[in-house]
């Protein structure tokens, strides 16, 4: 069972410091781990670092657990964006084509150098990733023409290493293979925490030049919580995931 970090970008404001935005696949983010403070905790020193954050693979039938969080980052003298648009465009044509949709969300933000930029957000099925990864070019796109902007970042878990995409698939990729397309998480990046593995599974795609020229420069990349928070294997394995 695969084990994440946190993924971190930094886009420059108009003052001196940095508006971070993360992505990060919680595991089954419900009620249980909702109610349990030990990992509330650790949830907020993680995404309290960032200004939006991304969050993948909530479970919360009853509505409860992200709401729970939001309020445990408010007392924690956070200000946040934490939400799920779902990408609203039908695939009529193609019902098939993702496991889980993916979601959307424009940003119209006056206090950043990219005043309006959109987010995508999408979690790859493992064994579909090459062909997903492929549709989320059309999705962009779509976002594009739709809202009539430039400035689009993808972040999120693409399982877009390892096992799930060969070298073969990636030379059919065109996200990959097109040159407006900027791939900031690298394929020798470890997007993991779990020591037996090094995978790039979660990554950051830019679109818009104006947005890549926006971006800290080298600020995309890894955030290993384990190694910052000192958690043991045992906590993050008992704590934030199943394991099987």
């Known amino acids: 069972m695969k084990t994440y970090v946190a993924l971190l970008l930094m886009l420059g404001l108009q003052v001196s410091a940095a508006f971070k935005i993360c992505a990060f696949n919680i595991k089954s983010f419900g009620e249980a781990k909702a109610s349990n403070k030990k990992i509330m905790g650790i949830l907020v020193k993680i995404l309290s670092r960032c200004d939006i954050s991304v969050i993948q693979e909530v479970r919360d039938s009853k509505g409860e657990a992200v709401p729970a969080l939001v309020n445990e980052l408010n007392r ?32 119209h933000s006056p206090t950043t150098v990219i ?43 693409l399982n877009a290493a390892c096992g799930y995409v060969t070298a073969e698939e990636w030379r059919n990729i065109q996200l990959r293979s097109s040159d407006t397309f900027h791939w ?61």
């Open 115 to 157: 005043k309006d930029f959109a987010l995508l957000s999408h979690h790859t099925c493992p064994s579909k990733a090459a062909s997903e990864i492929n549709r989320l070019l059309q999705v962009m796109l779509q976002v594009k023409s739709r809202w009539k902007i430039e400035s689009l970042m993808l972040l999120g878990d």
């Open 76 to 107: 924690a003298d956070t200000v946040k964006v934490i939400d799920w648009y779902q990408y609203v465009e039908d695939h009529p044509d193609h019902p098939e084509a993702f496991a889980r949709e993916p979601f959307a969300v424009r940003f």
């Open 184 to 244: 900031l998480i690298g394929d020798k990046d470890d997007t993991t925490v779990n020591q037996k593995t090094h995978c790039a599974y979660d990554r950051i795609v830019v679109h818009g030049e104006e947005l890549l020229k926006g971006i800290v420069p080298r600020s995309a990349k890894p955030f290993n919580f384990k190694k910052k928070l000192g958690l043991s294997e045992e906590e993050v394995r008992g704590i934030l995931w199943r394991w099987s």
